[in-house]
């Protein structure tokens, strides 16, 4: 018991923390992360309430926290989908995922929670209730299990137009965000998997919700911890379409189709840029800049590099930077292998020994030892 309190009391005491911490940013996911921790803290509270009898405590988080997976899903999904574009707080799509949790509210919560009300015929309805309250926990448990995939694949159809626009991406990595939704759904298909034999054989001999609970606190607060540095990725509104670029309809593409005369120059254009200027040094560069060196639209610049040279910007661009860190290495002998990197526009370690075995089969220490000797 002791041990369960300190885990309470700390999580509760590090939700309000990571509130105000928050609540001195600004940003559409900032707000969103404040509401998941909100409701953490309100979880946590109604747990300790349970522990210790306090039922007036007890009472009130539970009429907030009774269904909370209708209330928590949304909440993880529109935040990871703040982090990619803004999110239409008005639109029908964003408050038709919050019915759920009002309809479980008023005709499960309710209920159950005030007795029936001291009605004859909602007491018979609110025990119907709790006879089949696993079944409820089981539809609640599918609905949050559906928003998490669905903000996993949210993070997928992002990952390949972010490439599009950006040469850098360790600002732009949301691989910590795929693992945490991978938990949280491995977390759900345990949570289904202990509904379904409380169902179909017998109760557990374990108070499954201590545990439960425990693990949903440890993985949101991983959110945390990634969440509160996390900047958001904006793009392009034409990247923001439905399509992605790859795949642009044959209408959009004859509409951006040039002369062979057209193509050569703006090829020389993208060309001068990249070797003689040197845009590529720049780790910061993103598509725009390129566009506005060679006096071109975006779209149609990421376009041209896809159906034309066959890659996207960031490969485009990282290709380039592959190459120069090659020359360099031969010369700039009194610099780490970082500080040549860094020197050829590569901003982060772990994406620059990727891209490097990616492109030579090498690591860049084995490339630097074959050109020595």
């Known amino acids: 018991m002791a041990l369960l309190d300190f885990i309470i009391i700390t999580g509760f005491a590090v939700t309000i923390f990571i509130n105000i911490f928050l609540s001195k940013k600004k940003g559409q996911s900032n707000t969103f992360l404040m509401l998941i921790f909100s409701f953490i803290g309100l979880s946590l509270l109604n747990e300790y309430a349970s ?49 759920p949790y009002v309809v479980h509210f008023l005709l499960v919560s309710l209920p159950v929670l005030h007795n029936g009300f001291g009605l004859d015929w909602m007491l018979g309805y609110a025990h119907v209730i709790e006879k089949n309250w696993e079944l409820f926990y089981v539809v609640e448990s599918l609905f949050f299990l559906m928003l998490v995939i669905l903000a996993f694949q949210e993070i997928v159809k992002y990952e390949a137009r972010i490439k599009a626009f950006y040469s850098d991406l360790s600002r732009r990595n949301l691989i910590w965000a ?41 993985i949101c607060f991983y959110l945390g911890y990634n969440g509160l540095f996390q900047t958001q990725i904006f793009l392009p509104n034409f990247l923001l379409e439905e ?34 200027e040197k845009l590529y040094l720049n780790e910061d560069l993103t598509l725009r800049d390129l566009a506005e060196a060679v006096a ?58 990727r891209i490097f075995k990616k492109a030579t089969g090498l690591t860049p220490a084995q490339y630097q030892k074959e050109v020595s000797e």
């Open 296 to 353: 071109l639209k975006e779209k149609d610049l990421s376009i041209y590099i896809n159906q034309h040279l066959g890659s996207s910007f960031y490969e485009l661009i990282n290709s380039y930077r592959v190459q120069e860190f090659k020359e360099q290495i031969k010369t700039n002998t009194h610099l780490t292998v970082m500080g040549v990197a860094n020197s050829c526009g590569f901003k982060s370690k772990t994406s620059f020994y």
């Open 51 to 99: 522990l210790h009898d306090q039922d007036g405590l007890l009472y009130v988080t539970d009429l907030i926290t009774e269904g909370g997976s209708y209330l928590l899903a949304p909440f993880i999904y529109f935040y990871i989908s703040s982090l990619l574009h803004p999110v239409e707080v008005r639109s029908v799509g964003f408050i038709s995922l919050f019915v």
């Open 243 to 276: 399509e992605k670029i790859e795949s642009s309809s044959i209408a959009e593409a004859s509409k951006a189709k040039k002369t062979p005369v057209e193509n050569e120059v703006l090829s020389d254009k993208i060309e001068h840029s990249l070797k003689v």
């Open 178 to 218: 795929k693992q945490m939704l991978a938990c949280l759904v491995i977390y759900q298909v345990i949570n289904l998997s202990l509904s379904a034999y409380i169902l179909l054989i017998a109760p557990l001999n374990f108070e499954e919700d201590y545990l439960l609970t425990f693990n949903v606190v440890i």
